[in-house]
């Protein structure tokens, strides 16, 4: 039996860090944001479908999409950022579903999808379980400045467009809060493995 895990959590709050932990346990990790990226690529499904709707302004001079233009835009404007959603998050879906199925074969008996929208857009169809990483709002902004290069009233906007973390809380069966360092947050997904495990009699090496 393979377990589907969505890991999830707000901008910045440390999925990507999670991520490289399940990466060197040979836990197959499908990242939505990569796969965002993807759809938006030259020749992509999504690459026409962006452009026909928001306009050539939101090319770079290569032709490629401007995501950092698109983003400061779709964050200042949630009838954007709705439009953008509508079609991206179909073909995004799509490919979590392939890269499941694909995994699934290989008999995998654990699969990690890290989500940052899980709960918004409907993840939670695919998935067995949820994992929730936390954050505290100040940490989120603190550790989304040090990152991007963007202000902190930007910041804001961006925290704002996502779900509460309260009600994501409310929501997620597993929740690792990731207010320590590093190799606590490891530790913590570590013994969230070793209950896995436990759970569902789940053997990994
Ligand atoms: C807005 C875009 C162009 C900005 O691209 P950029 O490279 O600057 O940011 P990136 O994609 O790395 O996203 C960084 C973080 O922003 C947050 N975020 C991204 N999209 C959204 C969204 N639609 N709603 C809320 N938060 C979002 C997530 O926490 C994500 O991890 C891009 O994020 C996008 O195309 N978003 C729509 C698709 C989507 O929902 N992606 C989220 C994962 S499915
Ligand atoms: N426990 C920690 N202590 C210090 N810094 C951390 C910790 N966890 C994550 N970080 C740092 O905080 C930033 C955000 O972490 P990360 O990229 O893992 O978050 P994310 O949830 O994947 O972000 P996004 O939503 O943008 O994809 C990174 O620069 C990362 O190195």
Redesign the pocket.
């Given at each position: 039996m393979t377990i589907v895990l969505g890991l999830t959590?707000?901008?910045?709050?440390?999925?990507?860090?999670?991520?490289s932990f399940f990466i060197k346990k040979h836990i197959p990790v499908i990242d939505s944001?990569l796969i965002a990226h993807h759809i938006l690529d030259i020749g992509e499904k999504g690459y026409n479908l962006v452009i026909n709707y928001f306009g050539d302004q939101y090319l770079a001079a290569n032709k490629t999409i401007d995501r950092a233009k698109l983003g400061k835009l779709v964050f200042n404007s949630p009838k954007d950022l709705a439009k953008l959603n509508e079609i991206t998050h179909p073909l995004i879906f799509q490919e979590i579903e392939t890269k499941i199925s694909q995994h699934k074969q290989e008999n995998e008996p654990l699969i990690i999808v890290?989500a940052?929208l899980l709960f918004e857009s409907g993840g939670l169809s695919y998935c067995d379980r949820s994992l929730l990483?936390a954050v505290p709002e100040k940490m989120q902004v603190k550790?989304?400045l040090?990152?991007n290069h963007i202000t902190e009233a930007e910041a804001l906007k961006r925290i704002n467009s996502q779900m509460p973390l309260a009600q994501k809380q409310k929501l997620a069966d597993y929740v690792v809060t990731?207010?320590?360092?590093?190799k606590?947050?490891e530790d913590k997904l570590n013994e969230l493995l070793l209950k896995l495990i436990k759970e569902d009699q789940y053997g990994m090496s």
């Open positions: 959590g707000g901008i910045a709050s440390g999925k990507s860090t999670a991520d944001d890290d940052p990483i550790r989304l040090a990152r990731n207010t320590g360092t590093i606590e947050l």
